[in-house]
């Protein structure tokens, strides 16, 4: 009778500790639940907020006429980017881009900034791009735009090349390649065409010939 009183209280005891077992494991379980409802963007919600985000920054730099050309991670990682313009339609040629004005604004931990105007010429931050001097007589039909994802050397980058327009419908020069250069973080002219071949230091302070 001892030993049946034993051995009960015994698988009592074991029935207690898998019970206890359980309810731990259960407690830590719930402990760690919070994080699984968190709202994770989908990459087509991700999309959208970028969008969103690239459509709000064109509307501040360029008024409610702005157009977002592109948006994306352009060039850095993590850091958006949005090339908005205020577009003009060519006569005859309707499926072209042509804008008035243009600007590349870069997002990054301390927010949106330009880094890169073209209205009747082309800067950053450092200077003038794409020029030699200012021509004060020559009248400013805007710009004729194309991306490319190669850099004239070959190499894969995103390309902004943009043309001057003679008149309403006729683009004019060579087109100024500009792309970004990592080496100082801005974003410069980059040619093959003439030596020293590469980026292109900007010109703060182009001579004015009429």
């Known amino acids: 009778m001892k030993k049946l009183v034993l051995r009960e209280s015994i698988l009592h005891a074991v029935r207690y500790m898998a019970l206890l077992i359980v309810f731990v494991s259960v407690g830590r379980a719930q402990e760690r639940e919070p994080q699984s409802n968190v709202h994770w963007l989908s990459p087509s919600q991700n999309r959208e907020s970028q969008n969103s985000e690239c459509a709000k920054e064109a509307r501040i730099s360029l008024g409610e006429n702005a157009v977002v050309l592109k948006c994306g991670f352009l060039n850095t990682p993590g850091v ?53 001097f200012i021509d004060d007589s020559a009248p400013f039909w805007g710009y004729s735009v194309q991306f490319h994802s190669h850099r004239s050397d070959g190499r894969p980058a995103f390309v902004l090349s943009l043309s001057y327009m003679a008149d309403s419908q006729d683009d004019t020069e060579v087109p100024v390649d500009i792309s970004w250069n990592p080496a100082v973080g801005r974003y410069q002219e980059f040619s093959m065409n003439y030596a020293p071949f590469g980026f292109k230091h900007e010109i703060k302070n182009p001579p004015h010939q009429k």
């Open 80 to 132: 958006l980017e949005t090339v908005a313009a205020v577009r003009k339609e060519p006569v005859h040629a309707p499926s072209r881009i042509i804008v008035s004005k243009l600007v590349i604004a870069r997002h990054d931990s301390s927010g949106w900034h330009t880094a890169l105007t073209a209205s009747k010429l082309v800067h950053n931050e450092m200077g003038f791009i794409g020029i030699d």
